[in-house]
């Protein structure tokens, strides 16, 4: 069941058009994934869901809620962690935390969540002298202070060095195993292919596709390829001919073959046939960032025709 409900959403700022359209639906209880480049819009659009910015066209409904109209409702069980939301560098994480819990009816204890988010040894310490990870980890304790149904995530893990946000992705998984709705912007594909149940992909403030992860791989066609150098010349012609095979490039010594999902399976039984290895042999499967690319320039090429 839908708990947030956007339909052709518009915002202009000047001659700048930052949302065109903008519609999706989010499903209770799911991590939804905004996903796009910098300036595609991210912001702008969790921002009007928030009702921290308002839109000039279109409709926003969070559970069945106007996010401008019922804002103070809204914020009661919606917590937000935006990208440039740092905090005062000299207040502590206790005293976040206890500011926070001031502008709800209902929060959790403050010490609860400093016990549930890993920072009972950095509970006295300054904001500004807390590293990126543990200051994620507060923003993530500062938007479930509330006891929120919603939380909106955006750019969590930007700056963060590796270790620290794969941390992050544990945290934000913990969040929706515990019943809460996540709405994960970000511009991180292998976050988003991680983390999230379905996505929407956004590019100059369009929306160009709404599906889970595996659904917007699957849209792009060649599911994998292989790259391998064969001990002994391979007719082309050969790989062509089978069925699971779509091309074949060469490059150097090397061969790189492109195929269904059983391409790997019927180039290395033709090679077995022949006594041939494959060796540096490399399978890849089509990613994430391979099917935003072929989604973003189709649409791209589509608005360049009708333009014309």
């Not at 804002?71 to 502590?92: A, I």
């Not at 700056?159 to 709405?183: C, F, Q």
């Not at 064969?230 to 779509?246: I, R």
Request: a negative charge.
């Amino acid at each position: 069941m839908a708990i947030i409900e956007v339909s052709d959403l518009t915002k202009r700022y000047g001659d700048q058009v930052a949302l065109n359209g903008v519609s999706f639906s989010v499903e209770e209880g799911e991590i939804f994934g905004i996903l796009g480049p910098n300036g595609a819009g991210k912001t702008t659009t969790v921002e009007c869901v928030s009702g921290l910015r308002t839109p000039d066209g279109g409709r926003v409904c969070v559970a069945g809620l106007d996010p401008r109209a019922d804002r103070d409702e809204l914020r009661q069980f919606l917590g937000v962690q935006l990208q440039e939301s740092g905090l005062p560098p000299k207040l502590t994480v206790r005293e976040a935390l206890r500011l926070y819990a001031s502008f709800y009816r209902d929060p959790v204890d403050p010490e609860l969540l400093i016990t549930q988010w890993g920072l009972e040894a950095k509970a006295g310490t300054r904001y500004g002298k807390l590293s990126g990870g543990q200051q994620q980890r507060l923003a993530i304790a500062l938007a479930m202070v509330g006891s929120p149904r919603i939380v909106v995530l955006d750019e969590l893990t930007t700056g963060l060095d590796p270790a620290a946000r794969r941390a992050a992705w544990d945290l934000i998984e913990r969040i929706r195993d515990a019943g809460v709705t996540v709405v994960l912007v970000t511009h991180f594909m292998e976050e988003a292919e991680r983390l999230c149940d379905r996505l929407a992909l956004i590019d100059a403030g369009r929306v160009v596709a709404v599906d889970t992860p595996a659904g917007l791989t699957a849209r792009v066609g060649t599911p994998q390829r292989m790259r391998f150098r064969p001990s002994e010349p391979v007719d082309e012609a050969l790989l062509l001919a089978l069925p699971e095979v779509t091309g074949v490039t060469r490059q150097g010594k090397h061969l790189e073959v492109n195929g269904t999902e059983n391409v790997v399976q019927a180039v290395t039984a033709l090679l077995a046939r022949r006594h041939i290895i494959a060796a540096d042999l490399r399978v890849e499967q089509t990613t994430l960032d391979d099917a935003y690319l072929a989604l973003t320039r189709s649409t791209a090429a589509g608005s360049d025709q009708a333009e014309k």
